[in-house]
T-cell receptor
C-alpha cells in the first residue's frame, strides 16, 4: 500500500509567489515523522523541514512551512516568495517505526 | 568536507558481477541508511543501521544484497550477481538519533549501471 502520496507530478509558480505542494500519508502508527526534501538537478537530497506527529504547531523553516492536518493525514509544503533556485524535485517522506517512505515527488518550476 | 561521502560515484558493471559501494557518514552520526532511487521515482528504503547494528531491512533487499557497518562508522553495500534491474542510484544518508527530527543528511549517491 502506498504510504506517501504526492498527486502533483509537476507544478509551476511565478517568481515571488507562494506555492503549495501536496502530500498525504497513510499509517496506523500514532508516532511518526514527516519530512520534505528538495532534490535539484544536481541530484543531492536536501532536508527542508520536519513535523512530528505529536507536534501541536505547524513547522516553519524560513520560507518553508508545513501545513499539517493530522485528521486528514496531509502534510503539505508551502514555499513562500518563490525564487528561481527553488526549481527542483520535492519529496515528501515519512518515518514510522524503523521504516522510511518517500513519495514519487513533485517537480517544481519557478517562472521568472 | 564533513558531509556524507560515497564511493564510487559511478559504477558500470556487467550482469552477473558483484559490486560493492562504500558510504562514510558524518562522523558524529550514529544512524546510517541506504536507499535506492530509480529515474523519476523517490528513494526506496533498503536498510538502516544504528551504530553497527542493522535494525531494519526492506523486503526490497533480496538475498543478493548485503550491507555491513562493522565498526559503526563507514558502511558497505554489496550486490552479488548483479541484474539489469539493479541499475539505479544508491543513496546513503546519516543522522543523529538523539534529535527528534532524525534529519537525514544524504550523500551524492553511487550511480550503478548494469550492462
Amino acid at each position: 500500500a502506498q504510504k506517501i502520496t504526492q498527486t502533483q507530478p509537476g507544478m509551476f509558480v511565478q517568481e515571488k509567489e507562494a506555492v503549495t505542494l501536496d502530500c498525504t500519508y497513510d499509517t496506523s502508527d500514532p508516532s511518526y515523522g514527516l519530512f520534505w526534501y528538495k532534490q535539484p538537478s544536481s541530484g543531492e537530497m536536501i532536508f527542508l523541514i520536519y513535523q512530528g506527529s505529536y507536534d501541536q504547531q505547524n513547522a516553519t523553516e524560513g520560507r518553508y512551512s508545513l501545513n499539517f492536518q493530522k485528521a486528514r493525514k496531509s502534510a503539505n509544503l508551502v514555499i513562500s516568495a518563490s525564487q528561481l533556485g527553488d526549481s527542483a524535485m520535492y519529496f515528501c517522506a515519512m518515518n514510522t517505526g524503523n521504516q522510511f517512505y518517500f513519495g514519487t515527488g513533485t517537480s517544481l518550476t519557478v517562472i521568472p | 568536507d564533513t558531509g556524507v561521502s560515497q564511493d564510487p560515484r559511478h559504477k558500470i558493471t556487467k550482469r552477473g558481477q558483484n559490486v560493492t559501494f562504500r558510504c562514510d557518514p558524518i562522523s558524529e552520526h550514529n544512524r546510517l541508511y541506504w536507499y535506492r532511487q530509480t529515474l523519476g521515482q523517490g528513494p526506496e528504503f533498503l536498510t538502516y543501521f544504528q551504530n553497527e547494528a542493522q535494525l531494519e531491512k526492506s523486503r526490497l533487499l533480496s538475498d543478493r544484497f548485503s550491507a555491513e557497518r562493522p565498526k559503526g562508522s563507514f558502511s558497505t553495500l554489496e550486490i552479488q550477481r548483479t541484474e539489469q534491474g539493479d541499475s539505479a542510484m544508491y543513496l546513503c544518508a546519516s543522522s543523529f538519533s538523539q534529535r527528534d527530527a532524525d534529519e537525514q543528511f544524504f550523500g551524492p549517491g553511487t550511480r550503478l549501471t548494469v550492462l
